[in-house]
């Protein structure tokens, strides 16, 4: 399969807010110049179950789906979600993740542990990766939930979309009351 | 003008475009923002029906009114409207009617993964079936056209793939110059009585033959021919991943799956040495093809089962040799190893927590149906023994009543939401009342239908329009329809919702519970309040666990590293409902102050 797509794959837990960072990924994509492709199941996605986003995007893009191990960035919401997901990248790939935890039931009532050193892990199998506190980040632009914001300014850097592509995207994409601080955001993230 | 769209954003726009008048839906996941978009268009009148026939039949209307009429459904609403359906191909149309069936192979939101592409040759009408979402919107327009042309509603295939997938699509004007909708006695055509059907039926006949000709040369339906080794005939999502997978190999892609243009199959059959069909599901096209004397290779190679994707594509051909197999990284095997499972749950504050945690403690069979409260099921709730289709449940608890015990009946309680109730459980609690069933229904009334993402219903007092409406008075609706037994309920006090469901669920005759606390998404204004959250102290925890056993995602175990482990609530997930503070025997919770 030698294409010359971008291959991004946004995971997580489902109400963090996935759809719209990837919206807005897929739109600078857009305004770049590039054919688009997006594709997620969001049927029960507010459910709280974990959420995968595929966004793929070149000079023709067939697929909407990411075939498995051919994902160029990883973009994390959540560390066991990002680990889950890892299969779907490639060797060289990267990994951009929020350094969050968030217990799904089982491990809220107790029954099994949140797993231990998957930073560290992760990190053996995938140089290129950076783990980000997206939350701390945020609040210090101004508001926690910013932190997706903060994280796709830190995937922007990986990717061949120029800044002002970005910028009108998130003026597309983000409520108005709610711009300046997310504009403040992606470029705290984008100087990681 | 460019915009990314969703397959389900691009029918909104094309039904736009094509001027279409009326748009009606019950709501279904993969189908649901299709009638969420056309509300964007105000030349488009929008509208929830309480379920799938009657959204068919309003489209019915309007289209025997001179309007083109959109009705979207998922696949399984199309069992429920197909009542409809099989005559209105026999009617044909006045105004253009499309059908929407989104399908959801790999059942990511469904109860069973049926091929509706079975539905069109079934119901001898047209089935278009686009691959991304500018075909999304250029199909609905040509299906329109196509329903007028040729006097058959027409239905449009979408898969989850396609309508929940987002691509690039370039908008254009709507249509201009449809005749004005006005009434018009047409009684041949119109009335399907035997002596008028008997004329009709030739017509469909006719019409499939003359479609499946023409066909040949629509522009939906296009050869593309490259390397002539391998030649794949194909539609929908599979199309892209055959292109993705194969890009040298020729294809014949089909936007038009029912009736199959055969005379254009022959034809890029002789041109390809070794012929293919890729599809999900059903062997529906090969079938077909196998049946004109042709040799094709479909489903000895791909799964009768769940979606296909780039991978399985590749890993079907290179079963055969085709492709070759590519090296999987070796993350694959170590990474999925262990890791906590995370699948959906109901949200903190949901009204349907405590209700299935006192059936769970009652021990009762629980007849279940579809709706966010089939989450009932999962751990540590675990109290719903069956789920068959919309509104089944209280015909199931009737039913199984009639072959079990006295002392077993006690335990039957048939549980189902406000939406769903509407949509086809009414008829079973006719049925149930009618025939002295002595079981219990609890309508789960959380003022909003709300697995598919907060849509309105006949019950919430609001149109999709958003525009203030009758609200059903479900008390007085089961009055009417002779329940003698009817309960409010809180679902948020513990001790009232157990009491009472023992009490009805022990009355050897039909009871109704409702309860009336509203779902947490409603976003409406005064509909849901959260109160002061809940705080567990410390000191007083033992950590016996007791308010784990409700599965709230807004309580968590902490281990005590060597000491008594004990519960936390997380003050920005918990809503106040109060349940957990009603399990602790030790005082441990209470209001934040």
Same mark, same amino acid.
């Given at each position: !399969?030698?294409?010359?797509?971008?291959?991004?794959?946004?995971?997580?837990?489902?109400?963090?807010?996935?759809?719209?960072?990837? +919206?807005?990924?897929? $739109?600078?994509?857009?305004?770049?110049?590039?054919?688009?492709?997006?594709?997620?199941?969001?049927? !029960?996605?507010?459910?709280?179950?974990?959420?995968?986003?595929?966004?793929?995007?070149?000079?023709?893009?067939?697929?909407?789906?990411?075939?498995?191990? $051919?994902?160029?960035?990883? %973009?994390?919401?959540?560390?066991? $979600?990002?680990?889950?997901?890892?299969?779907?990248?490639?060797?060289?790939?990267?990994?951009?993740?929020?350094?969050?935890?968030?217990?799904?039931?089982?491990?809220?009532?107790?029954?099994?542990?949140?797993?231990?050193?998957?930073?560290?892990?992760?990190?053996?199998? %995938?140089?290129?990766?950076?783990?980000?506190?997206?939350?701390?980040?945020? +609040? +210090?632009?101004?508001?926690?939930?910013?932190?997706?914001?903060?994280?796709?300014?830190?995937?922007?850097?990986?990717?061949?979309? +120029? $800044?002002?592509?970005? !910028?009108?995207?998130?003026?597309? !994409?983000?409520?108005?009351?709610?711009?300046?601080?997310?504009?403040?955001?992606?470029?705290?993230?984008?100087?990681? | 003008?460019?915009?990314?769209?969703?397959?389900?954003?691009?029918?909104?726009?094309?039904?736009?475009?094509?001027?279409?008048?009326?748009?009606?839906?019950?709501?279904?996941?993969?189908?649901?923002?299709?009638?969420?978009?056309?509300?964007?268009?105000?030349?488009?009148?929008?509208?929830?029906?309480?379920?799938?026939?009657?959204? *068919?039949?309003?489209?019915?209307?309007?289209?025997?009114?001179?309007?083109?009429?959109?009705?979207?459904?998922?696949?399984? #609403?199309?069992?429920?409207?197909?009542?409809?359906?099989?005559?209105?191909?026999? /009617?044909?149309?006045?105004?253009?009617?499309?059908?929407?069936?989104?399908?959801?192979?790999?059942?990511?939101?469904?109860?069973?993964? @049926?091929?509706?592409?079975?539905?069109?040759?079934?119901?001898?009408?047209?089935?278009?079936?686009?691959?991304?979402?500018?075909?999304?919107?250029?199909?609905?327009?040509?299906?329109?056209?196509?329903?007028?042309?040729?006097?058959?509603?027409?239905?449009?295939?979408?898969?989850?793939?396609?309508?929940?997938?987002?691509?690039?699509?370039? *908008?254009?004007?709507?249509?201009?110059?449809?005749?004005?909708?006005?009434?018009?006695?047409?009684?041949?055509?119109?009335?399907?009585?035997?002596?008028?059907?008997?004329?009709?039926?030739?017509?469909?006949?006719?019409?499939?033959?003359?479609?499946?000709?023409?066909?040949?040369?629509?522009?939906?339906?296009?050869? &593309?021919?490259?390397?002539?080794?391998?030649?794949?005939?194909?539609?929908?999502?599979?199309? @892209?991943?055959?292109? &993705?997978?194969?890009?040298?190999?020729?294809?014949?892609?089909? #936007?038009?799956?029912?009736?199959?243009?055969?005379?254009?199959?022959? &034809?890029?059959?002789?041109?390809?040495?070794?012929?293919?069909?890729?599809?999900?599901?059903?062997?529906?096209?090969?079938? @077909?093809?196998?049946?004109?004397? *042709?040799?094709?290779?479909?489903?000895?190679?791909?799964?009768?089962?769940?979606?296909?994707?780039?991978?399985?594509?590749?890993?079907?051909?290179?079963?055969?040799?085709?492709? /070759?197999?590519?090296?999987?990284?070796?993350?694959?095997?170590?990474?999925?190893?262990?890791?906590?499972?995370?699948?959906?749950?109901?949200?903190?504050? =949901?009204?349907?927590?405590?209700?299935?945690?006192?059936?769970?403690?009652?021990?009762?069979?629980?007849? #279940?149906?579809?709706?966010?409260?089939?989450?009932?099921?999962?751990?540590?709730?675990?109290?719903?023994?069956? =789920?068959?289709?919309?509104?089944?449940?209280?015909?199931?608890?009737?039913?199984? /009543?009639?072959?079990?015990?006295?002392?077993?009946?006690?335990?039957?309680?048939?549980?189902?939401?406000?939406?769903?109730?509407?949509?086809?459980?009414?008829?079973?609690?006719?049925?149930?009342?009618?025939? @002295?069933?002595?079981?219990?229904?609890?309508?789960?009334?959380?003022?909003?239908?709300?697995?598919?993402?907060?849509?309105?219903?006949?019950?919430?007092?609001?149109?999709?329009?958003?525009?203030?409406?009758?609200?059903?008075?479900?008390?007085?609706?089961?009055?009417?329809?002779?329940?003698?037994?009817?309960?409010?309920?809180?679902?948020?006090?513990?001790?009232?919702?157990?009491?009472?469901?023992?009490?009805?669920?022990?009355?050897?005759?039909?009871?109704?519970?409702?309860?009336?606390?509203?779902?947490?998404?409603?976003?409406?204004?005064?509909?849901?309040?959260?109160?002061?959250?809940?705080?567990?102290?410390?000191?007083?925890?033992?950590? =016996?666990?007791?308010? *784990?056993?409700?599965?709230?995602?807004?309580?968590?175990?902490?281990?005590?590293?060597?000491?008594?482990?004990?519960?936390?609530?997380?003050?920005?997930?918990?809503?106040?409902?109060?349940?957990?503070?009603?399990?602790?025997?030790?005082?441990?919770?209470?209001?934040?102050?």
């Amino acid at each position: !399969m030698k294409t010359q797509i971008t291959n991004i794959l946004l995971v997580g837990v489902g109400g963090q807010g996935i759809l719209l960072a990837s +919206e807005i990924l897929a $739109e600078a994509a857009m305004l770049s110049g590039f054919d688009v492709k997006k594709s997620e199941i969001h049927g !029960m996605s507010q459910r709280g179950g974990s959420v995968v986003s595929h966004v793929r995007y070149g000079k023709e893009v067939f697929s909407p789906i990411v075939p498995e191990g $051919e994902g160029d960035i990883l %973009f994390g919401f959540e560390l066991m $979600e990002t680990y889950r997901s890892l299969s779907l990248l490639k060797p060289s790939g990267a990994v951009v993740a929020n350094d969050l935890q968030i217990s799904p039931p089982s491990i809220l009532m107790g029954n099994d542990i949140y797993p231990l050193g998957l930073a560290e892990s992760i990190k053996a199998r %995938f140089p290129d990766f950076l783990l980000v506190d997206g939350q701390k980040m945020a +609040e +210090e632009a101004g508001n926690v939930r910013a932190a997706n914001t903060v994280l796709l300014g830190a995937v922007s850097r990986r990717l061949d979309i +120029e $800044e002002q592509y970005w !910028m009108q995207a998130l003026e597309k !994409m983000v409520p108005a009351r709610a711009l300046a601080i997310n504009q403040k955001a992606f470029l705290e993230g984008r100087s990681l | 003008m460019k915009e990314i769209l969703s397959g389900n954003e691009a029918i909104a726009r094309g039904a736009f475009e094509s001027g279409c008048r009326v748009a009606c839906a019950y709501p279904g996941t993969p189908s649901t923002e299709i009638l969420e978009n056309t509300i964007n268009y105000k030349s488009i009148n929008s509208s929830w029906a309480p379920n799938e026939k009657v959204a *068919l039949e309003v489209g019915i209307g309007a289209s025997f009114g001179g309007g083109r009429a959109l009705v979207t459904m998922k696949h399984v #609403g199309i069992n429920v409207a197909a009542d409809p359906l099989f005559t209105l191909s026999y /009617t044909g149309v006045n105004g253009g009617l499309v059908l929407v069936s989104a399908d959801d192979p790999e059942m990511h939101s469904s109860q069973n993964e @049926q091929d509706n592409r079975n539905y069109a040759k079934f119901a001898k009408v047209p089935m278009l079936e686009p691959s991304d979402s500018q075909e999304c919107k250029d199909f609905t327009r040509l299906a329109f056209e196509l329903s007028e042309k040729y006097d058959t509603p027409v239905m449009l295939r979408t898969t989850t793939r396609i309508s929940h997938s987002k691509s690039i699509v370039h *908008l254009d004007e709507p249509v201009t110059g449809l005749p004005e909708p006005k009434l018009t006695k047409n009684a041949a055509k119109l009335v399907m009585l035997p002596g008028n059907a008997k004329v009709r039926h030739p017509l469909v006949e006719e019409r499939i033959v003359k479609l499946s000709a023409d066909g040949a040369t629509m522009a939906i339906n296009r050869m &593309e021919l490259r390397d002539s080794s391998i030649g794949i005939i194909t539609s929908g999502a599979c199309f @892209q991943y055959v292109r &993705e997978v194969l890009p040298e190999a020729s294809t014949l892609k089909l #936007g038009m799956v029912h009736p199959l243009p055969h005379a254009l199959i022959r &034809e890029f059959a002789s041109k390809v040495e070794r012929l293919f069909v890729v599809e999900e599901l059903d062997p529906f096209i090969e079938e @077909q093809v196998k049946a004109m004397g *042709l040799a094709v290779t479909g489903k000895e190679i791909f799964s009768l089962c769940g979606e296909l994707t780039p991978d399985r594509v590749h890993k079907a051909f290179s079963k055969i040799g085709i492709t /070759t197999s590519a090296p999987k990284t070796a993350i694959a095997e170590t990474v999925s190893a262990k890791m906590p499972p995370r699948p959906p749950n109901m949200c903190p504050g =949901c009204p349907h927590r405590g209700v299935f945690y006192t059936l769970n403690q009652l021990k009762a069979y629980v007849s #279940g149906d579809i709706g966010c409260y089939t989450l009932g099921f999962l751990p540590p709730l675990s109290a719903m023994d069956t =789920c068959v289709c919309m509104g089944a449940s209280i015909g199931m608890a009737t039913g199984v /009543t009639k072959v079990i015990s006295p002392e077993e009946q006690k335990k039957v309680v048939a549980v189902i939401g406000d939406s769903t109730f509407l949509h086809t459980g009414i008829n079973g609690l006719m049925d149930m009342v009618y025939n @002295q069933a002595p079981a219990t229904v609890i309508i789960l009334d959380n003022r909003i239908t709300a697995m598919t993402g907060r849509q309105d219903n006949p019950a919430t007092g609001f149109t999709l329009m958003d525009n203030p409406t009758n609200r059903i008075d479900f008390p007085l609706l089961c009055k009417a329809l002779g329940v003698k037994n009817i309960r409010l309920i809180d679902p948020f006090d513990l001790e009232q919702t157990r009491r009472v469901i023992q009490e009805e669920m022990n009355r050897p005759e039909p009871s109704v519970i409702i309860t009336d606390k509203p779902c947490v998404l409603v976003k409406r204004d005064g509909v849901f309040q959260p109160d002061i959250a809940l705080e567990v102290t410390e000191d007083k925890c033992v950590g =016996c666990r007791a308010c *784990l056993k409700i599965g709230c995602p807004a309580i968590e175990w902490r281990p005590g590293d060597g000491n008594k482990g004990k519960a936390f609530i997380d003050p920005l997930l918990c809503t106040g409902c109060d349940v957990c503070r009603q399990l602790c025997k030790f005082d441990a919770i209470g209001r934040i102050k």
